[in-house]
């Protein structure tokens, strides 16, 4: 896997709707499951405006990989909590999640935490890899059919990088 990391720039303000895109690409290949699109159709509106608002609050860095047909990756947090990270489907298996997680985790406090839905088997794969653990914590997500999330915390070793997995 390449590492990607020299491929990533901060989103700009005008970049919302790139970012719901990416978002919405890889949500539907990877939680169709979850949220089958003839029950559930992909909230656009919502997701967009919820991307306006992170990208103006203060304290969170949104970060991305451009492709030649649109955002290829994307990964958004602040100093405690991972908050978003997509890869479009046609980049996957590059690298650039890990890459994405590896990036964000250097720049946050120690003791980072996220929140991944239960059912996103690909990610908490990722995530567990990576060192994440399971706190115990879980919430109803914020969109119908509402599936339940566990929250992930980091034990980060001492040199600051992300833990190897098993």
């Given at each position: ?22 978002e ?94 239960d059912a ?23 969109w ?12 980060r ?5 992300v833990?190897?997995?098993?």
């Amino acid at each position: 896997m390449g590492d990607g990391a020299e491929s990533f720039r901060v989103a700009s303000p005008e970049e919302a709707h790139a970012l719901m895109e990416l978002e919405r690409d890889a949500n539907l290949v990877a939680l169709a499951h979850v949220f089958p699109a003839a029950e559930h159709p992909y909230p656009e509106a919502e997701v967009e405006a919820r991307w306006d608002a992170t990208l103006a609050e203060d304290g969170v860095t949104v970060e991305v990989v451009p492709g030649t047909e649109g955002l290829l990756a994307l990964v958004a947090y602040d100093d405690h909590r991972l908050r978003h990270l997509a890869v479009h489907p046609s980049a996957w298996g590059r690298g650039l999640a890990r890459s994405a997680v590896e990036r964000a985790v250097t720049r946050m406090a120690p003791g980072p935490r996220l929140w991944c839905l239960d059912a996103n088997h690909r990610a908490r794969g990722l995530y567990e890899h990576l060192g994440w653990r399971p706190t115990g914590g879980s919430r109803r997500a914020e969109w119908p059919p509402h599936p339940v999330e566990s929250e992930y915390a980091l034990a980060r070793p001492a040199d600051g990088q992300v833990a190897a997995g098993p």
